[in-house]
């Protein structure tokens, strides 16, 4: 039995279809990124708005127990880890 050749323009066809994929594979990554920056932002906005309490500026001197928490998950989902190590607490009110 022969062995099997691949047609004529094979080797083009394959680095088009990896040329494709990379480049899908690259935006996927983008569009991601980004998506993640706009979540970020908008739990460090409502971080905000709650600490602020509606005022016009923040008083507090130092990072909240809610800063802390944001803190410990983010860089749990940043590492791709599903649970952070620290323990999240919500601050008695």
Known sequence: MAPLTPPGGYDELLRDVREILATARARAYQAIDNLR????????ERIVREEQGGAA???ASRPSSAWRAIAASGAAIATGCSSSTAPIRSSPR
């Open 57 to 59: 500026r923040a008083t």
């Open 37 to 44: 920056v706009q979540a970020y932002w908008q739990v460090g």
